[in-house]
């Protein structure tokens, strides 16, 4: 198997995104898949390493990355020693990175006996999961796309942060990372951001216009997203798979650092049952 990390690209908004692609090297094209992580999350968090190997070991050219905002940088990909950079996160620039991801494959010399560029699906994890649904919806190049605990609304999420006015005159609110214990900037910018793009950013409305499958997984001892994201998310797409897997919590009973060579077993079943989807 071919694995290469923290790939450069740059993304449009002045800051590098950096990419890990996971492969079996084979001369053979692949059908390939893009996880985006979520909210105080990056592409190296507990276990995704491994469950990018067993997309790998399946037969899938897998690609996950950092959102170009997400705190990292090239010389500390995991954590945030740029919290500069992640106050001045929002919607937009997530999207507009998967974006420049998805060109990226489409226009890769590197690569090109090893894709199949008619099959790339999208998966999200948590906010994630949010913004896969928005792409998916806006990009025709995606032809299936898989939420994990995803959240069904950006709006209750924005103006949240806080008392609004506070938010204005000081711009700037801090969320405390329970992990690593650092105050997490948000400022005033992403709710400015959020406002002038709210049609855009409608989880409900790209949901409900999906043409291509969706499959939708959530823990049921979610604490972090409640399972009833889910289930407006499957009222909005009736025709999209619905899994619920039980016992499981928002990262499927997995942790940063995750030190097992091995997939908890709730997210060993979140990633066979992807797998499944996916070829079929």
């Not at 990262?251 to 990633?271: A, C, D, G, R």
Request: overall charge positive; aromatic content about 12%.
């Amino acid at each position: 198997m071919k694995i290469l990390r923290n790939q450069v690209l740059q993304s449009i908004h002045n800051k590098p995104i950096l990419i890990d692609v996971f492969y079996k090297d084979n001369n053979t094209p692949k059908p390939v898949v893009i996880f985006c992580h979520g909210y105080k999350g990056f592409k190296d968090w507990g276990a995704w390493n491994i469950m990018a190997k067993t997309y790998a070991e399946a037969g899938f050219f897998f690609i996950k990355f950092n959102f170009s905002h997400n705190g990292g940088t090239i010389q500390q990909p995991i954590d945030f020693p740029d919290l500069e950079a992640f106050g001045n996160n929002n919607y937009i620039k997530e999207l507009d990175d998967l974006e420049t991801v998805i060109n990226w494959i489409f226009n890769s010399k590197d690569y090109k006996n090893e894709i199949d560029l008619t099959n790339v699906s999208l998966i999200g994890h948590s906010r994630g999961g949010g913004i896969v649904l928005l792409k998916t919806n806006e990009d025709k190049r995606v032809k299936k796309v898989i939420t994990l605990a995803s959240v069904c609304d950006f709006g209750k999420r924005t103006a949240t942060v806080g008392d609004l006015d506070q938010w204005e005159k000081e711009g700037v609110k801090y969320v405390v990372n329970g992990r690593t214990k650092q105050n997490m900037p948000h400022y005033y910018q992403f709710y400015e951001n959020y406002i002038e793009n709210k049609e855009r950013l409608d989880i409900k409305n790209a949901t409900s216009k999906l043409r291509v499958p969706h499959l939708l997984i959530h823990g049921d001892k979610d604490t972090s997203v409640s399972i009833k994201e889910a289930e407006n998310l499957k009222k909005w797409n009736p025709v999209s798979e619905y899994h619920i897997v039980k016992n499981a919590d928002h990262v499927f009973n997995t942790k940063h650092p995750w030190l097992e060579n091995s997939l908890s077993k709730e997210l060993e079943e979140v990633t066979k049952k992807c797998i499944h989807f996916l070829k079929n």
